[in-house]
C-alpha cells in the first residue's frame, strides 16, 4: 500500500503511531529543480520549506512558481496559530498584522485565491504580486518570530 499526503500532521500522527514503518517513510523535496526521496525517520517539519521558498522569492534568489503562494499561506497561518491562536480565523490575523505591527497585507486575496496552487501566468504583475506578498510575510515572521528566519537566511 502507498500513502501519499501533504498534511504534515496526519503524516506525522502515522508516524508516531507506527501506522507506517519508519523505514517506509519519505519525503519528497526539491533540490534547485532536481525531486529527491529523502527517508525521514521523526517528525517532519514543512514549515522550514515553506519558509525557504518564501524567503528566496522574496530575496529574488529564485522566481515564483506554482507552489509559492501556498508556502506564503503556510507560513502565515503558522504564524497566526502559533503566536495568535485566541484569534478566530485568518482574516482576524491579517487585521492584528495590520493594527498592531503595521504591516498591511495587500496580497489577502490573492493568498486566498492560488493558496492550493493555480497555474502561473506569465504575467510580470503577477509575479511581482508573489514577491509583495513573500516580503509581507516576513515581515510578519521578522515581528513575531525573527529567529525562524536565521534558519533560512
Aim: hydrophobic share 45%; proline share 4%.
Amino acid at each position: 500500500m502507498l500513502i501519499l499526503t501533504h498534511n504534515d500532521y496526519f503524516y506525522n500522527l502515522a508516524s508516531a503511531n507506527n501506522v507506517v514503518p519508519k523505514s517506509a517513510l519519505f519525503q519528497l523535496t526539491d533540490n534547485n529543480g532536481h525531486h529527491t526521496l529523502n527517508q525521514q525517520k521523526q517528525f517532519v517539519a514543512p514549515h522550514v520549506a515553506h519558509m525557504k521558498e518564501v524567503f528566496d522569492v522574496a530575496s529574488a534568489s529564485r522566481p515564483p512558481n506554482h507552489q509559492t503562494a501556498n508556502s506564503i499561506r503556510c507560513i502565515l497561518e503558522g504564524m497566526w496559530r502559533f503566536c495568535k491562536p485566541d484569534l478566530d480565523d485568518l482574516g482576524a490575523f491579517v487585521s492584528f498584522a495590520s493594527n498592531n505591527l503595521g504591516i498591511d497585507v495587500k496580497s489577502m486575496l490573492l493568498l486566498n485565491n492560488l493558496s492550493h496552487g493555480a497555474k502561473m501566468y506569465s504575467d510580470a504583475t503577477f509575479e511581482t504580486d508573489i514577491v509583495v506578498a513573500a516580503k509581507e510575510v516576513l515581515m510578519i515572521v521578522e515581528k513575531l518570530a525573527p529567529g525562524q528566519l536565521k534558519k533560512v537566511a
